[in-house]
């Protein structure tokens, strides 16, 4: 079975700035996207950010102009750079891999970002 494994999280202040990583342990079939959701203590998972398989971007409002995804359909990664970071960002991020309206999407396992004031 595929994992995403992802890594980057961490404590940051306002302002600072993170990375987050996100790598398939092996070639994802049926492969349309990939992408980044957070959840927040008390709230529903919300897409961040996501990148088609032909490198087309979409952004959540709250975050565009600040946070820039990349990724490489290839290898099957998905990277997150995440700039002039608030504490309204603070929450778990999932890394997604999209496999279209036929099967379940995949999950990482989610790495805590915490953004202090």
């Known amino acids: 079975q595929v994992q995403l494994v992802e890594s980057g999280g961490g404590l940051v202040q306002a302002g600072g700035s993170l990375r987050l990583s996100c790598a398939a342990s092996?070639?994802?079939?049926?492969?349309?996207?990939m992408g980044w959701y957070r959840q927040a203590p008390g709230k529903q998972r919300e897409l961040v950010a996501s990148?088609?398989?032909?490198?087309?971007?979409n952004y959540a409002d709250s975050v565009r102009g600040r946070f820039t995804i990349s990724g490489d359909s290839a290898k099957n990664t998905v990277n997150l750079q995440m700039n002039s970071l608030k504490p309204e960002d603070t929450a778990v991020y999932y890394c997604?891999?999209?496999?279209?309206?036929?099967?379940?999407?995949?999950w990482g396992q989610g790495t805590q970002v915490t953004v202090s004031s």
């Open positions: 990148i088609s398989r032909g490198g087309i971007t």
């Open positions: 092996r070639i994802i079939s049926n492969l349309n996207g």
């Open positions: 997604n891999a999209d496999r279209g309206p036929y099967m379940n999407p995949i």
